[in-house]
């Protein structure tokens, strides 16, 4: 590993024992909702990470198609599956806290169906990775990155007008109207926090999986010699 | 060759076949009237609550069906070595697409225009509102499930498991498409709220994803 990226790892670990900190000692407690607010340090940030993640992923699958270097196709493999993971967080979080605050664990709301699609669409996009064979599966998966990314705004818009015509019960004010300066102070730390651990996470995965390629392209190229012999 | 020439020539050979063996449009058939018989043992609606869930069970059903038909679109041209033949042939890849979508679009047009009446004798279906719109509804979303379908399908031909990926991509992608087909459909059967939104709507889904499809074909096609 480089030292650039060891330092990285260092700073990153001690940002997020910072943020942590900040999150769960310094930020204020919540008055109507208490500690439970303190879930939104974590879900929030979850969401961003997420959501960067499944951007990145769409521009590396046009420039996979546009210019085709198994590098691009790589960084989309990385991203999308970190932001499943971030995804998959924000979907468990979330929960956690409506449960005391909303007295429901689930309701059918805008920004929690659209989420949940959007999970939906890049699972079915690791799941096409998965099972599409050989050199197929980076185009295959391109394409569908894709048609993915252009149906998230469409879902969100009609999910909204969804709810809007029936309107859900239990949907309070959003919880960033006021926030205390202390718990955006927070907040921030935290969205920095995670920004990095994602990014680490994507390096990692991406560093995997072009060795993936190069075991698979070294086990073709022996079996090409094999096969010559 | 030009466009035109090609889609009309696939279209026709594809009708044809379609005319002699009836594969796609009986399998569709008998798979929808079992999904009617099924939901009315699981539901056993009043006329009232058949109103009220009927946009979601016609839905579910046509899709499911077109599922069955989107399968086999690309099934055939696999044997004999059509589909490589095609891609070395000058032929446009577009015009191919567009062959196979138009292709199940009829074929899913014709399902529903023949299960409709079956719907309205077993659930006891009257609508309130103007009950025209219900065809730009099928219409709009019917394209929006095939044009979709015929792409992914192509793309699920090449996986591993052929059959089971298409749904699997298929689904999530149409979830909009599908919220404003019930949703229209629930409006106009109770007339309780207008369904023009969604018909809107229906039509910019139509709109971008086609335009999306043929962008992104030839690379499929081409995909090695």
Known sequence: MKPLSILFIVFTLALLGFSTYQALVVAPTEQTMGDVQRIFYYHVPSAWVAGLCFFVNFLASVAYLVKRGSNVDALAAASAEVGVVFCTIVLITGPIWARPVWGIWWTWDARLTTTLVLWLIYVSYLILRRFASGSQTQVLSAVLAIFGFVDVPIVYMSIRWFRTQHPSPVMGGGENSGLDPVMLHAFFWNLLAFTCVGIILVAARYHLQKMENQVESAHAQLALQGGAR | ?224
């Open chain 2, 1 to 224: 060759m030009s466009s035109l020439t090609v889609t009309r020539a696939t279209l026709w050979k594809d009708l044809r076949m379609e005319w002699r063996s009836k594969d796609a449009i009986n399998s569709m058939l008998f798979f929808s009237l079992l999904v009617v018989v099924i939901f009315s043992f699981a539901f056993n609606p009043t006329a009232e609550e058949s109103r009220l869930i009927a946009g979601g069970l016609i839905w579910v059903a046509f899709l499911f069906a077109a599922v069955v038909a989107l399968n086999q679109t690309w099934a055939r041209e696999l044997r004999n070595q059509v589909l490589d033949a095609y891609r070395v042939s000058p032929a446009p890849p577009n015009a191919l697409f567009l062959a196979k979508a138009l292709g199940n679009f009829l074929f899913v047009v014709i399902l529903e225009a023949l299960m409709a009446p079956l719907f309205v004798v077993f659930y006891q279906l009257r609508s309130v509102g103007p009950a025209w719109q219900l065809v730009v509804v099928a219409l709009l979303g019917t394209w929006a499930l095939v044009v979709n379908g015929t792409f992914f399908a192509a793309m699920s031909i090449r996986t591993r498991s052929r059959e089971i990926m298409l749904p699997l991509i298929l689904f999530p992608i149409s979830i909009p498409a599908l919220l404003a087909m019930v949703d229209s459909t629930t409006g106009i059967l109770t007339g309780e709220f207008s369904p023009d939104f969604w018909i809107k709507m229906l039509l910019v889904y139509d709109v971008i994803f086609t335009a999306v499809c043929l962008l992104l074909f030839e690379s499929v096609l081409n995909a090695e």
